[in-house]
């Protein structure tokens, strides 16, 4: 009996330990398995786009499928200016360019991949500016020798027309014989003719009245006359003539200069000059330049011709004078057609023989004195729209050979130009396309610009084996080289650079250059 209890005992035991085991197995089966997301697979791995109307979904697989954050998903474009995603898991196209879309787990463990490509050809449509009209410089025109020429400047209106070709003619050849394609005109005997222009687009026409009067007459041959005095002067260019225009005015009438308490030049006749010389489109003033030996100071107008000859030879009225005009590089357009000092380089030339030219240029500026006061250092350029001030940071002498100073712009290479282009959005590119300006300044070398305007004293030379250069301007070229002007040239400013040849004979140029420090548009005048 006690066998049988025991043997009852423990199965009894026995039956409790399994009840026990069942029960924390079933406790066990009560607690989740939280099971997360270990790889997600993209419907596309990569994808070009041609069109930007193309839309393009992207689908994201990840497993195990029941994983806790498998619907918890987050998208993002490496550069949203290529290509973004929206809300719908759709790829837009934005740029040409190439981008990465990555989809990601919330906590950053797991990841996948797209590689975006927009290859769109974009054309852009630039819009026609059509011609308004056409205006000649002068009404009329009269020529004192037979074989003399002239080239009369004409405006499109607008500027920005797109069709600027012209062509000329003239009413009668034997008088006055005009190339049809560059508008030089010809005296070719005694009498009258008129020049037309007309514009390609629209047909639009100006004319200008010539009288071919000579001085001197050869006896029975009036055709085969004196070809012209002003080419012993050696200033002779296929635009220069001795003859005058009709319009009369006195090109004497300097005022006495004046600069308001903003440090601006008031004073300038100009809007009186380029009344009778529409070539007349600037006006320069170097303070306390005039010289005690009678030579007149730099402050009068300047003209600006179809090349840079010209007016080196003649007097704002076009008749011939020996030490010329000032002249503006026609290279500089934007000042003549808008007002506008827009290049990054604005060149003078002038002679230096005579009261009314650059001949002080060279004989103030590299004084001592004038340079010890600062406020000597400072160029004033005026045109129709715009005042402004120049700060000179550089007078040096150089061999007339050497034209480095002579560029007006330091533009990009045709790679680098495309290469910055690729990067702009359809927008930004169509800004450019129609802005004339925006493009010009997006194309300028920038550091090519500072390198040149700031290292000017390395670049000083002379010609070899140049007895004058040792005798005359070395001892001055010593000293314009170690003054210290305090001017420092920035990628985004714009210079000014005089040129002239040097007083003395020879192969050195004198060159000041300044910087723009101010600009305002133009103020009345009484």
């Not at 005997?189 to 010539?210: L, M, P, Q, Y």
């Not at 200069?257 to 010389?277: C, I, R, T």
């Not at 990009?412 to 129609?434: C, F, P, Q, R």
Request: net charge negative; hydrophobic share 35%.
């Amino acid at each position: 009996m006690q066998k049988y209890s025991k043997r009852v005992r423990f199965m009894a035991l026995i039956l409790c330990l399994i009840m026990a085991l069942g029960c924390f197995t079933a406790c066990g089966d009560n607690e989740p398995v939280e099971v997360r997301v270990k790889s997600i697979t993209l419907n596309l791995k990569e994808y070009t786009f041609t069109n930007y109307e193309t839309r393009v979904k992207l689908e994201a697989f990840a497993l195990p499928s029941d994983a806790v954050n498998a619907n918890n998903l987050v998208w993002e474009s490496a550069n949203v200016s290529v290509a973004t995603i929206n809300s719908e898991n759709e790829v837009i196209p934005m740029s040409n360019g190439k981008t990465v879309i990555t989809v990601t787990t919330e906590d950053g463990s797991v990841k996948a991949f797209c590689n975006i490509t927009v290859d769109v050809e974009e054309i852009v449509e630039v819009p026609t500016v059509p011609v308004e009209s056409v205006v000649l410089s002068s009404e009329s025109y009269t020529f004192e020798e037979i074989g003399a020429t002239v080239r009369i400047g004409e405006d499109i209106i607008p500027f920005s027309a797109t069709d600027k070709a012209v062509t000329w003619s003239s009413s009668d050849e034997s008088v006055a014989t005009v190339d049809p394609v560059t508008g030089t005109i010809t005296a070719v005997k005694k009498g009258t003719a008129i020049i037309t222009v007309t514009t390609n687009d629209g047909g639009f026409t100006d004319t200008c009245e010539i009288t071919v009067k000579p001085k001197q007459q050869t006896s029975g041959n009036e055709g085969s006359g004196n070809q012209g005095s002003q080419g012993s002067q050696g200033n002779q260019s296929t635009q220069g003539n001795t003859g005058t225009s009709t319009t009369k005015f006195n090109t004497k009438n300097i005022p006495a200069p004046k600069l308001d308490a903003a440090g601006f030049l008031v004073s300038d006749n100009l809007e009186y000059f380029n009344k009778y010389n529409k070539d007349c489109v600037a006006w320069l003033y170097i303070p306390n330049t005039k010289g005690s030996d009678g030579m007149g100071e730099i402050n009068f107008p300047t003209a600006q011709g179809t090349d840079n000859e010209f007016y080196l030879g003649v007097d704002l009225d076009k008749t011939w004078k020996d030490e010329g005009s000032v002249v503006l590089d026609c290279r500089n357009t934007s000042i003549r057609e808008t007002g506008e000092i827009s290049d990054k380089n604005t060149i003078f030339y002038g002679h230096a023989k005579g009261k009314t030219t650059f001949d002080r240029l060279e004989f103030a500026t590299r004084d001592a004195d004038w340079f010890a006061k600062e406020s000597n250092r400072y160029v004033y350029l005026n045109t129709l729209e715009y005042e402004t001030v120049w700060k000179v940071f550089a007078c040096y002498y150089t061999d007339s050979s050497q034209h480095y100073y002579l560029n007006t712009n330091w533009m990009l290479d045709t790679d680098t130009i495309n290469a910055k282009l690729a990067a702009l959005s359809s927008a930004e590119k169509l800004e450019l396309v129609l802005d004339e300006q925006k493009m010009h300044d997006f194309s300028i070398d920038k550091a090519s610009f500072v390198e040149f305007a700031n290292n000017w004293r390395s670049r000083i030379s002379a010609p070899e084996n140049d007895h004058e250069y040792e005798t005359t301007y070395k001892p001055y070229a010593s000293i314009l080289r170690n003054r210290d002007y305090g001017v420092t040239v920035g990628p985004d400013d714009q210079i000014l650079t005089l040129s002239t040849c040097s007083s003395h004979i020879g192969d050195m140029r004198y060159v000041v250059h300044a910087v723009l420090v101010q600009s305002r548009p133009r103020t009345d005048r009484d």
